[in-house]
């Protein structure tokens, strides 16, 4: 098999430009599942031209000329992975980024983001949602990537997190000019309905995709305000009803049990975390068709690094009460039969170890194929993109790991291929030349 990778590594470095962006290219794939939620397929041939699937056929067929072919004979090929909840641009290592704050600049962002964007590509996850960072500055990288200037994930952009003042997304714990300084250029901090309109349609303005606001307190924001309900019912509904207005689906941030029911009642499509799910929760969630982001690796992270020392005083009571409660919460959300769909909040987790999410939600009561459902087919369907499925007409957005993740989903912790639109970034474990020579 060595000597496969080995023949399509040489292939691919004789291939000009034109070829590679190209035009056809033929996949042999092992195991293909193509469609998440259904069995997989055994050996299959995948076509796809110009960055889209165009058909998937049985056996390994014969490339037609000119086209390329990856040989992924021995490998498990699935669709790219989708995490619908990350923040790009969020320096992972919390104690270096408390300590650079307040050298970095815009520019020093970028550049943070972009490392990030590649890691986050390069372990299999060819689309993420962005939930909350500086608006233009994701939203300049989203379209980097897709201009072909930058190599990362097709990113789905929050702009800035809506928060009340003093709330999660607040400017919380500075010194008094730099409060004044900061909040002199954020439009996300909110207070009251029409306040809170307002701070949606500034987000749309700088680019955002989708609507995150902080329905609770968070474990990672510098203020002492515990993890409850922050915003106030008639805040929540502006901020819903105004993103829908634009076609914009909303998300809330919520650990508390009474902000995620309040959220849940003002028509949000999900909640991130969900920390403190009761019974009634799980039956509102149903009720209102909401989805569920676990976020699992988010709060042993959050926690670690607070009793390290890495995280300012006020974070470490907030990090133990998530903590204790996460698990407990996510599982009777699964079994309740409450919508999940996978994400993870890289940024407060490492960048790039985003699958290390798979195990958890196993853990809690998911089967493998359902988990890697709700990264793919589901995750999809939410966005409502041409992606998460190997069918005709989706882009061609395709990961392979050896071994067999609907047996152990760990597999996916290890990706071998990635390919983004057709393009080729990873193959046999190692990074491709971006543009592709
Ligand atoms: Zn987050």
Redesign the pocket.
Known sequence: MRHAILAVAILLAGTPLSAQKADTTYIHAGRLLDQPGQAPRGASTIIIRNGKVAEVRDGFVTPEADARLVDLKSQFVLPGLIDM?V?ISSDDDLLRSRLEASSRDVEDVFVIAQGNARKTLEAGFTTVRD??GDGRTTATLRDAINNGAIVGPTIIPAGTMISVTGGHGGVNGMNRTLTHAIAAERSNVCDGADGCASAVRAQISVGAEVIKFAATGGVRSNVAGGLGKQMTDAEMKAIVDTGHSFGRKVTA?AHGKEGIDAALRAGVDSI?HGSFIDDETVKLFKAEGAALVP?AV?PIAALAQARRGDAPGPQLAKAEEAAAAHAASMARAIKGGVRILFGT?S??APHGDNAKEFALMVGAGMSPAQAIKSATADSAAELDRPIGAIVPGRDADIIAIDGDPLADVRALEKVEFVMRRGVVHKLGGKRQPFPPE
Do not use: P, W, Y
Request: no cysteine.
């Open positions: 909840h923040h939930l909350g941030h991130e976020t988010a909040d940024g407060v």
